[in-house]
């Protein structure tokens, strides 16, 4: 990491001609290389500033022929984001003048910012954990409504929150367990052994949920997973074409013509869906074939939603055998949407099916977007309270954490154990809480996640 004590700026807004531009500078010496030459209207102001102010003014650009209109949004002290005295200049958006000022900025003694290091400032001051900080990120990549929503929650503290009480508990926990191990010769109890099981086993089961949420978020992928899913010759292909409105799939009456799964993208009422089509439920046969279940097994354990469908031209046996595999996919625990297919020929499954549809005479197709939509954004449904980049870096903290508690609680529940190898594992499983929210870092670490940054956040 460079010099935190810099002065660093660098362009915060798009780049590209726009009516406005910003310019962002941090540092101890902000004001130092924005006073000779920013003429604010205020100037008595703009000298005595102690709390974060707008002033309008103008810049004195050396080699322009004119002054050019500025504002300045300045936080003089530590309540910026950076918890440094912080300058935006909110100006026009003309690519050749914003490289002027940051010319003239560089050239009185600010450096180039590094992708990331206004936020990696914010993080090093207390002003966001690390979670929050990778959230920062999120919201500058989301793609679609639900990823923003999810990299907003995150921003405002939504995961943090829960783990930073989560933890403060444990901490409360071990401070009990160590005060009890100074007075251990007086046999002073501050808590009692049954108080200690039930509060580990508390942290323990949290944890455990949380790693495995954060397992599930990392292997569901930036984007909400949809399969289709169905007996062998169910429509699923033509279905899948038709919601991509491209020929993707190769499509026959013959039954197992899917043999290898395919990905798309779905823009769902505008909610972008990775729509996957998979081989038909009974086809294997050969060595091939049993390959393409299990590609199929795999897609489904990674859902979001299954959409089940099938054919509404199925024969009475058939349809018993639809049931069952979709039953079982139910008992699994999977979310599932069955969708009747083909519904221009006949109708012969459809009163118990969450929607009827025909690609043929294009029926239903409004209506199935919509309930997919409406399945994906059920809180209930599916959890999406991390970011995918988050849940990556955090799992193994997590389980490591699990894994700490689970022995420590061990521990606790047998007869004569010390409490000083209870509290060993209660500060391991603290430590891998640490390295979650950011208490806990190496530089690597910080590397690695602010690299991702774009330069000016």
Request: with cysteine; proline share 4%; glycine share 8%.
């Amino acid at each position: 990491m460079k010099g935190l004590d810099d002065t660093i700026a660098a362009l915060a807004s798009a780049p590209g001609a726009a009516a406005r531009g910003i310019i962002r500078i941090s540092g101890p010496g902000t004001f130092a290389v924005l006073k000779d030459w920013f003429v604010p209207a205020d100037a008595a102001n703009w000298q005595a500033a102690k709390t974060p102010q707008r002033h309008s003014g103008k810049l004195l650009i050396p080699q322009a022929r004119a002054p050019f209109e500025s504002d300045v949004q300045w936080w003089p002290g530590r309540r910026s984001y950076t918890g440094q005295p912080l300058a935006e200049l909110h100006m026009v958006g003309s690519p050749p003048v914003l490289s002027a000022v940051l010319a003239e900025l560089y050239r009185r003694g600010a450096r180039p910012a590094e992708p990331g290091e206004f936020t990696l400032r914010a993080f090093l001051a207390g002003k966001l954990d690390l979670l929050q900080a990778e959230a920062v990120l999120g919201v500058i990549d989301a793609t679609g409504e639900q990823e923003l929503k999810t990299a907003l929650e995150q921003l405002a503290g939504g995961i943090s929150q829960s783990m930073v009480l989560m933890r403060r508990d444990l901490l409360e926990l071990l401070a009990d367990l160590e005060a009890g191990l100074d007075f251990v010769e007086e046999h002073l109890e501050f808590v009692s052994r049954d108080e200690i099981t039930r509060r580990l086993m508390k942290g323990r089961d949290m944890v455990t949920q949380l790693a495995q949420q954060a397992r599930q978020r990392m292997h569901a992928g930036e984007r909400p997973r949809v399969v289709l899913a169905g007996l062998p010759n169910a429509g699923k292909s033509t279905l899948f074409n038709h919601l991509l409105g491209q020929e993707h799939a190769l499509v026959s009456p013959i039954p197992g013509t899917t043999r290898d799964y395919l990905t798309g993208i779905w823009h769902c009422e505008g909610l972008a869906v990775d729509l996957i089509d998979t081989a038909g439920w009974e086809f294997a046969g050969d060595e091939i074939g049993t390959a393409m279940q299990q590609f199929r097994h795999d897609q489904l354990e990674r859902a979001d939603l299954i959409v089940w469908c099938s054919a509404a031209d199925r024969s009475a046996t058939e349809r018993e055998i639809d049931a069952r595999y979709r039953a079982d996919i139910e008992q699994a625990g999977r979310p599932v949407f069955q969708v009747i297919t083909k519904s221009d020929l006949q109708i012969g499954i459809g009163a118990t099916a969450s929607s009827s549809i025909s690609v043929a005479k294009n029926l239903g197709l409004t209506k199935l977007a919509r309930a997919v939509h409406a399945c994906l954004n059920d809180p209930a449904a599916r959890d999406r309270s991390w970011l995918g980049s988050s849940a990556a870096r955090c799992e193994q903290s997590l389980v490591g954490a699990a894994e700490a508690l689970s022995h420590a609680v061990q521990l606790a529940e047998q007869p004569g154990s010390g409490e000083e190898l209870i509290a060993g594992e209660l500060r391991l499983a603290l430590e891998h809480l640490g390295e979650i929210v950011g208490v806990v870092y190496t530089d690597d670490l910080l590397d690695r996640i602010f690299s991702k940054f774009c330069i000016g956040k």
